[in-house]
């Protein structure tokens, strides 16, 4: 994707970072940061906010396009996944539903303290996904 260049990537990786040390998250003790380039190129973070009542908890990445969306940008082009881990996180299968209502073509990267990534398309981790075009 043409609009992800390094810097961009650079700076959402940054921006991701940041929003996981926001985590609110004394049940699980793991924090996510999540930060989304939106059609008009801003970015927008996130992180995981969790309830003493468990099912209240919300993603860091639906958290981050949730924003996005508050703020009238409706279109995602790419989701960055930061966790302080050894190895990178892919995001769960409900937000893999979110993203795919606003950025089915989106580019998913997944980035951690250790030196690997991990990159795909979200059609690569939600395949034949249901979408605003089956209603
Ligand atoms: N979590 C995320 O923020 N994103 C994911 O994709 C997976 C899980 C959060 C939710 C909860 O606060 C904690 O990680 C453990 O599940």
């Given at each position: 994707?043409?609009e992800l260049n390094e810097e961009t990537l650079r700076e959402m990786i940054e921006r991701a970072k940041k929003a996981a040390n926001n985590a609110y998250s004394p049940y699980s003790k793991f924090k996510?940061?999540?930060?989304?380039?939106?059609?008009?190129?801003?970015?927008?973070?996130?992180?995981?906010?969790?309830?003493?009542?468990?099912?209240?908890?919300?993603?860091?990445?639906?958290?981050?396009?949730?924003?996005?969306?508050?703020?009238?940008?409706?279109?995602?082009?790419?989701?960055?996944?930061?966790?302080?881990?050894?190895?990178?996180?892919?995001?769960?299968?409900?937000?893999?539903?979110?993203?795919?209502?606003?950025?089915?073509?989106?580019?998913?990267?997944?980035?951690?303290?250790?030196?690997?990534?991990?990159?795909?398309?979200?059609?690569?981790?939600?395949?034949?996904?249901?979408?605003?075009?089956?209603?």
């Amino acid at each position: 994707m043409n609009e992800l260049n390094e810097e961009t990537l650079r700076e959402m990786i940054e921006r991701a970072k940041k929003a996981a040390n926001n985590a609110y998250s004394p049940y699980s003790k793991f924090k996510v940061g999540a930060a989304v380039l939106s059609g008009e190129r801003q970015i927008f973070a996130g992180c995981n906010v969790e309830n003493a009542s468990f099912g209240m908890t919300i993603c860091a990445e639906r958290n981050a396009i949730f924003q996005s969306v508050a703020h009238g940008a409706r279109k995602i082009l790419a989701v960055v996944i930061y966790t302080p881990t050894a190895e990178p996180t892919a995001p769960c299968g409900a937000c893999r539903q979110v993203i795919n209502e606003f950025g089915p073509s989106a580019e998913v990267i997944c980035v951690c303290d250790g030196k690997n990534s991990a990159r795909w398309t979200l059609s690569q981790l939600l395949t034949n996904a249901f979408g605003p075009n089956n209603l």
